[in-house]
């Protein structure tokens, strides 16, 4: 299934659905990778919980007898710096870096000690630099065992254990179910809950995950008041390429896509070429990826659309994408599983996103970074307000200038952007789940503030400021 959705083969995608609901039916766990299990349409987030919970029954199975010869005990001791542990192999020239790093150089030093567990290959880049000087201690454990690293960040006396990964390529949940220490946080890696009793709190915000949602979600919800992706203010945008220069028309509307190829489904494709043959001259822009591009242009055709309105966006490095982005006109996302990054890369350059929201973590963050971006409007109800709100823009000039001058006026301004803020804000939920912990109190729901700026409400027993 992930192969053929990653070269874009659709000829038995109608029946993933009911593929997947039978394999979660069989209980056979290596035959459900939760990540893949994040982008089959129709999946509940409920559905997404007995998936992480199938794929690790017989892993934290096995761990148990290492968790009892461990048998870490915590002393919890009050101290001047609450000690965060971040877990990753991602501490260089990744998306996560990328969008991480100005919080992590916001933090309160004097009342936090971070401390960065990796386990990824050394770039030696600028990122991998940058990253390594905004910890207090940067320990490398690429060669430890999942016992070696749980027993270097328990000894470390790590306080709160971020796990930035989840399920996402290279994790190492091996390591967070033997608990090293004491509060353990699902944040950012991977939109979707762990499953079991791995993580106790799941960073989000309550466009991403309403309180009703609670119960596809092992983890307790720790609510940032806006949106719960970080991005700052001082990422580097390029130089603005000519369009020739990219293999783009001179004129003409630029659709945009920059998501990876297993997030494209039929549906989606079928509403883009639509938008094509409804804007001529329009072209479609998406990331290169020599496996789907043939894929992807027979589907363009077998839809009436001339295979080179397909323009494909190589590798570049994050200053010269962003630059090169402001030539896109509107972004379209995906679903079930949309952009991310993508769509804050995208914001960040200029670019309105178009999203339909769902009822999944994957399928809401493009329309909870457009809520702290202040454009709720770009929100679709469902597939024909998707199409139709971007066929709006595409053919009314006027409408699509003032929807980018509000996006140019709002990035400085608004919440999405606000490093201080949400470094602020974070601060504040560690600092709660310390105080929740120290003090013997269960896990529960807490949120930074009481109602976000879209007007989602709290359940008068979750914590807040």
Not at 46 to 51: A, F, K, S
Request: net charge negative; with cysteine; glycine share 8%.
């Amino acid at each position: 299934m992930s192969r053929s959705r990653d070269m874009c083969e659709w000829d038995e995608f109608s029946v993933s659905t009911s593929r997947m609901r039978g394999l979660l039916a069989e209980g056979e766990p290596d035959s459900l990778p939760p990540f893949r299990c994040l982008s089959i349409p129709g999946i509940t987030a409920h559905e997404h919980r007995l998936c992480s919970e199938l794929w690790v029954r017989d892993r934290i199975a096995a761990s148990l007898p290492q968790r009892r010869e461990l048998a870490f005990r915590f002393s919890l001791p009050e101290r001047a710096k609450i000690r965060i542990g971040y877990l990753s192999n991602d501490f260089h020239d990744h998306a996560t870096s990328h969008l991480l790093i100005e919080t992590l150089e916001a933090h309160d030093r004097s009342r936090f000690e971070l401390h960065a567990f990796s386990f990824g290959e050394d770039s030696g880049g600028g990122m991998r630099q940058r990253v390594c000087k905004t910890f207090d201690a940067f320990h490398d454990i690429t060669e430890h065992t999942d016992i070696e690293a749980a027993r270097a960040i328990h000894r470390t006396g790590i306080d709160i254990l971020v796990d930035l990964k989840g399920y996402t390529r290279g994790c190492r949940t091996g390591i967070m179910m033997l608990h090293p220490a004491p509060v353990q946080v699902n944040y950012l890696g991977y939109p979707g809950t762990m499953g079991a009793d791995i993580c106790d709190y799941i960073i989000t915000d309550p466009f991403t995950t309403p309180l009703a949602s609670a119960s596809a979600y092992s983890e307790s919800f720790a609510y940032m008041p806006h949106s719960y992706q970080p991005h700052g203010r001082n990422s580097a945008i390029g130089r603005r390429p000519p369009r020739a220069e990219l293999g783009l028309p001179d004129t003409g509307l630029v659709f945009c896509c920059f998501n990876q190829t297993f997030k494209l489904t039929p549906a989606h494709f079928d509403v883009w070429c639509r938008l094509l043959e409804a804007t001529p001259g329009s072209v479609l822009w998406l990331r290169a990826d020599e496996r789907a591009e043939g894929n992807l242009r027979g589907e363009a055709l077998r839809r009436g659309i001339l295979p080179d309105r397909l323009v494909f966006a190589p590798y570049m490095p994050q200053a010269e994408h962003l630059g090169r982005l402001q030539n896109a006109d509107i972004v379209l996302d995906t679903a079930p599983y949309g952009a991310h990054t993508t769509a804050s890369d995208a914001l960040w350059a200029g670019v309105p996103v178009i999203t339909h929201a769902g009822s999944t973590f994957p399928s809401r963050v493009a329309g909870s970074l457009l809520h702290a971006v202040g454009l709720p409007e770009l929100i679709a109800r469902d597939e024909q307000d998707y199409f139709s709100l971007a066929l709006t823009l595409a053919t009314q000039p006027g409408r699509l200038a003032a929807c980018k001058a509000k996006l140019s006026r709002n990035r400085m301004a608004a919440p999405l952007f606000d490093v201080t803020s949400y470094a602020a804000a974070l601060e504040y939920l560690y600092h709660t789940m310390w105080a929740r912990c120290r003090a013997g109190q269960p896990r529960a729901a807490i949120a930074a503030c009481e109602t976000s700026d879209h007007g989602a409400k709290f359940d008068p027993g979750v914590d807040r400021l």
